[in-house]
């Protein structure tokens, strides 16, 4: 792997798909009407060794440096951005890592080349396979400031299995893997678009995914914080408020991950609702 | 569910095992306290169970003299699923709940109590004082089993939060956590401490107490010349009647009804203060060290909690609080409930015992402790003549047959409703539980030592302490702990987790086993032996010789 070059989501290279990839630069067309967490996106190729040589790990610190330094206390979370991935159909659907909560320069560069890795060896294998699609060497990481998230989940605006038209949200304790993976049973809401709930279900949310030492844990929620809703109503509708202007500003139905740190509502990621959910 | 219909007057379903109450009353008991067990403690269990919307009762009785229980499934019905107060619920508002409802109300109860004049109340008041008595006594444990299940919910919920979100690693300190709370328990302990520095500190009164002449020391704390003149022993008298007045008002084990208490017959305290006045150092963990490691294991797990979503990081602190809480609790209910209240429904029997001794209708005042409550009502108000006052004599001689007669051979541990004869068994033979050379039972207070068994019946038994000491009994009572500060391990044949002892000798900082079958007639006087309060097992290290 090569490092190119290190690109603030606020810099208009961020956006530019070509050069942060599909994941990084919807982030970064996102955070400027948005409350995006704070980051970066490393740019490099593929080619070479798995592991960064001694000396260009040096110069990646003393370069990550004043990154890191921006993003604040706390960990980040280092997701992969492929440059080939499109909005619809996955191809590489294995190799998009997210590692959560990583703190110090170290593993940061470790994490990053973690991510790296994983995008190799698949790419690796279709330079020989036959079906022609075009891939690149070219590849990026996105790293975020990582939230102590006190509530997390997705939100829909259109009702993915029946198309009403509608909000559906999902929220549960803690960050929001377990509920993007479908590992976490969370509360579900439904609303119009006047922001009335209409439907509220009480969902097991027997785990949570917790910021720990290094990374992060999937521990128990308390039995008494099972049985109640984990939002209050007013998270939810600031939520939905939140969907109902990403679809606004993209001009289409959105799927958006979403976190409460506190008081504050961040957007994570948002994606164009297909026929079929998009697997990442 | 069919009456019973036998003379425990009781409409317990049939077909049912009683199981020995061997963790309270291993011994024979006097007629009066199954009968109060049964009127008060079993309804106030059943009381609760209603409350909650739980499908069991409690019911016990007394079988040959000794004392049985048995618990059985009884229908919801929906109305009463409906109702149910959902126990979980009470976890949180523990304190609130027992500052402001439940120990107001034990503390009415014997204020009520205090206030009576037994001495000077006709037959006629003395009636109706006894049904307001047991009235009074079935509301006092409604609220002792709440408080129970209760603080029993608490811990079990802090317990499974813990696990859930930090794992169960024993070095993160969830019982830590919960040292350092004061109880009543706690509190007699340490004044009886203190009263052992006094009399050490007097020449006269600690070689009485050595020598176990107590009536001799009585005496001496009698007399105002001797007091007047040593102001030693004048501090020591003025103590211990404070010491009599508040921790006093109860027996030495769990019969606080029939047995005498420590304000009528203080040998059992002075016994006490002797043998604690021979050790030199007191091995109770100081409050700052045990405070220290409480805030250090809260700040390792604050770490964590920092970083958890806010609702359940204020939850779970939450729950520690109560969990705390219901640790002092356990402890301090037992005195104000257990102790101080059955105390007085004891000094309102002793009064009319009195009374009807004077009249000629008892031989002896302790005769009434073979009657059950209600029978005494009826002794009591009935007309009377020859013929009736023959009756109950002759009940309770054949009650005390009984209750005597029983000493030596071993009860069995569960007798089945429709034995023909329930007749305890024969002398068993111990089997033997070793297993390569170590003992298990349930690990109650953590730590690994080596001591010198003495296996004690009686807390008079316990003399000479050096230390060294691994105390093995059979039962698990309160009194137990007070030697906890001159002892090495603490041992016992019943009991669980939850048990008194095993609170206490969390807090000094002494292993402690307990649940071990057998453990007083395994191990002997002298035996060498390795505690290890962390997982449970006692290991033989050297039998003792002869």
């Known amino acids: ?280 | 569910m069919t009456t019973h219909g036998d003379e425990h007057g009781d409409d317990t379903p049939e077909g049912l095992s009683w199981r020995l109450d061997a963790d309270h009353f291993p011994r024979p008991v006097p007629w009066m306290l199954s009968d109060y067990m049964r009127l008060a403690c079993d309804a106030g269990f059943n009381a609760t169970a209603r409350t909650f919307g739980a499908g069991v009762r409690l019911a016990s009785r007394r079988i040959a003299g000794y004392h049985y229980a048995t618990t059985y499934h009884a229908p919801v019905t929906d109305a009463e699923a409906k109702a149910a107060l959902r126990m979980d619920r009470w976890a949180l508002p523990l304190k609130e709940t027992w500052d402001e409802e439940w120990l107001p109300e034990v503390q009415r109860a014997l204020a009520y109590w205090s206030a009576f004049d037994l001495e000077n109340a006709s037959e006629e008041r003395l009636l109706e004082h006894l049904a307001r008595t047991i009235e009074l006594s079935k509301r006092i444990w409604t609220v002792h089993f709440l408080l129970v299940w209760t603080m029993d919910t608490t811990i079990s919920l802090y317990h499974e939060a813990f696990v859930g979100l930090f794992g169960s690693d024993p070095e993160l300190g969830e019982a830590d956590l919960l040292r350092g709370e004061s109880n009543r328990l706690l509190d007699s302990e340490q004044a009886l401490w203190n009263l052992s520095r006094i009399a050490r500190e007097s020449t006269p009164l600690r070689s009485l107490l050595a020598s176990g002449l107590h009536d001799e020391a009585l005496c001496l704390l009698g007399d105002r010349t001797r007091l007047d003149a040593d102001p030693v022993l004048a501090r020591f008298a003025a103590e211990w009647g404070r010491f009599l007045d508040e921790f006093g008002r109860r027996s030495s084990y769990f019969d606080h009804l029939t047995a005498p208490s420590w304000t009528e017959d203080p040998w059992p305290v002075l016994t006490l203060v002797g043998q604690l006045c021979g050790a030199d150092v007191r091995k109770k963990q100081e409050p700052e060290l045990v405070f220290e490691q409480r805030e250090q294991a809260q700040a390792r797990l604050g770490r964590y909690l920092a970083r958890f979503p806010v609702r359940v990081r204020k939850y779970f602190l939450q729950l520690l609080d109560a969990a705390r809480t219901a640790t002092a609790l356990h402890e301090t209910h037992n005195y104000w409930i257990d102790q101080r209240c059955v105390h007085e429904v004891r000094r309102v029997v002793l009064a009319i015992g009195r009374c009807l001794v004077e009249r000629g209708s008892l031989e002896r005042v302790e005769d009434t402790f073979e009657l059950g409550l209600t029978e005494l009502s009826q002794l009591l108000g009935e007309p009377r003549s020859a013929s009736t006052d023959e009756g109950w004599r002759s009940t309770i001689e054949q009650r005390k047959l009984e209750t005597a007669g029983m000493e030596n051979p071993t009860p069995p541990n569960v007798v089945e409703d429709g034995d023909a004869d329930a007749e305890p068994s024969g002398d068993v033979e111990p089997s033997d539980g070793f297993e390569d050379d170590a003992l298990f039972g349930v690990a109650a207070s953590a730590g690994i030592v080596e001591g010198i068994v003495r296996v004690v019946h009686g807390i008079e038994e316990v003399r000479d302490l050096t230390g060294a000491e691994v105390l093995v009994t059979t039962t698990t009572a309160p009194a137990w702990s007070l030697f906890f500060s001159a002892i090495a391990a603490f041992v016992t044949e019943t009991g669980g987790r939850l048990s008194h002892c095993a609170i206490v000798a969390r807090e000094h900082g002494i292993p402690c086993v307990v649940a071990v079958p057998n453990a007083t007639r395994l191990l002997r006087d002298g035996d060498r032996v390795e505690v290890d309060g962390t997982t449970g097992a006692i290991t033989l290290v050297a039998r003792a010789s002869g």
């Open chain 1, 1 to 280: 792997m090569r490092i190119s070059g290190i690109v603030r989501l606020n810099e208009a290279a961020a956006r530019d798909i070509a050069v942060a990839g599909g994941k990084a630069a919807r982030v970064a067309r996102l955070a400027s009407e948005f409350d995006v967490p704070a980051g970066f996106v490393v740019t490099g190729d593929l080619l070479g060794d798995r592991v960064l040589p001694v000396a260009e790990r040096a110069r990646l610190r003393e370069r990550l440096a004043p990154y890191l330094l921006e993003l604040g206390a706390g960990g980040v979370a280092v997701r992969s951005s492929a440059l080939d991935e499109d909005g619809g159909s996955a191809s590489f659907a294995g190799q998009y890592l997210t590692l959560l909560n990583v703190e110090g320069e170290d593993a940061v560069i470790d994490a990053i080349e973690a991510v790296f890795a994983s995008a190799t060896s698949e790419r690796v294998e279709s330079y020989r396979s036959t079906d022609g699609g075009a891939v690149t060497t070219r590849f990026a990481v996105l790293v975020q400031h990582c939230l102590h998230a006190d509530l997390a989940g997705v939100a829909f605006t259109r009702n993915p299995a029946s198309g009403a038209r509608e909000i559906v949200l999902d929220a549960s304790y803690g960050l929001g893997e377990g509920v993007v993976s479908g590992t976490v049973s969370p509360d579900s809401y439904r609303l119009t678009y006047e922001l009335e709930i209409v439907e509220r279900s009480l969902g097991e949310k027997l785990t949570m995914t917790v910021p720990w030492d290094t990374g992060v844990r999937e521990v128990q929620v308390p039995r008494a914080l099972r049985d109640t809703l984990a939002a209050t109503d007013a998270q939810v509708c600031a939520i939905a408020s939140l969907a109902c202007r990403v679809r606004e500003v993209e001009g289409f139905d959105v799927d958006i991950e979403f976190a409460f740190e506190g008081d504050r509502l961040f957007l994570l990621q948002s994606r164009p609702i297909t026929t079929h959910r998009s697997a990442e």
